[in-house]
């Protein structure tokens, strides 16, 4: 069965600092990635997503994710932390390329990044 | 349509009543996604409709959770006699393929009285 885990509830951050949010997947072959980002009293919007080649993805806001297969992992990471990227994050993960049949996106339970001016 | 759109967006029902959620998902996109999202919590996966296939309904939280999807494009959500913890934000998305990662409606918000 496919699992997310973020493992931090909340990570506050000082504007300027770099950023870390943490993620770890459970599936079975090889994962699709993903990053969504919520703010609040708004949908869900895509980030990111890792899908084959390079483990270092880039995406919006300048944010960019880091796959590692061994550790299973997918940490959310930015250079310097705006106080406008305060919001909730969630990891996700899907069954990924060479798997046969479709399969369905499963959610992390988020991480509340707060950024203090 | 530009992105997924769910009706009603608020939703106001009686403890024990049925309701019904509206999703219409991009045009073209062959999957769809039903979650629910407590307040301030994770999302929690529903169902998945994937063209043709069968619903990947492993999900639903009980029988009173049932959905369905016409023609490969317009879902809706039923909940039967609805409980008070049944109350939160039931989101929609849809993708083209499961690589492409999924595109969301705004949500509707249901309360139970």
């Known amino acids: 069965a496919q699992s997310v885990a973020q493992p931090e509830d909340q990570v506050n951050v000082a504007e300027g600092n770099p950023l870390t949010v943490k993620c770890t997947y459970s599936v079975s072959g090889n994962p699709y990635l993903f990053w969504y980002v919520q703010y609040p009293n708004r949908g869900l919007q895509f980030l990111l997503k890792?899908?084959?080649?390079?483990?270092l993805v880039k995406g919006s806001y300048g944010f960019e994710a880091e796959f590692n297969k061994s550790q299973t992992s997918f940490h959310l990471k930015k250079p310097s932390a705006l106080v406008s990227d305060s919001a909730l994050y969630f990891c996700a993960v899907s069954k990924g390329p060479g798997y046969s049949s479709a399969s369905k996106i499963i959610f992390g339970s988020g991480t509340r990044l707060s950024i203090r001016p | 349509g530009a992105g997924v759109s769910q009706s009603p967006s608020n939703k106001v029902t009686e403890k024990g009543k049925d309701v019904e959620l509206r999703c219409d998902p991009i045009s073209g996109h062959t999957a769809l996604y039903w979650y629910r999202q407590s307040l301030g919590q994770g999302l929690e996966f529903l169902i998945y409709?994937?063209?043709?296939?069968?619903?990947?309904k492993s999900g639903l939280p009980s029988d009173r959770f049932s959905a369905e999807r016409t023609g490969g494009s317009v879902s809706t959500l039923t909940i039967q006699r609805t409980q008070q913890e049944d109350s939160a934000v039931y989101l929609c998305?849809?993708?083209?393929?499961?690589?492409?990662?999924?595109?969301f409606g705004q949500g509707t918000r249901l309360t139970v009285v």
């Open positions: 890792y899908i084959t080649g390079d483990n």
């Open positions: 409709f994937q063209g043709n296939s069968a619903p990947d």
């Open positions: 998305a849809s993708s083209i393929l499961t690589g492409e990662g999924a595109f």
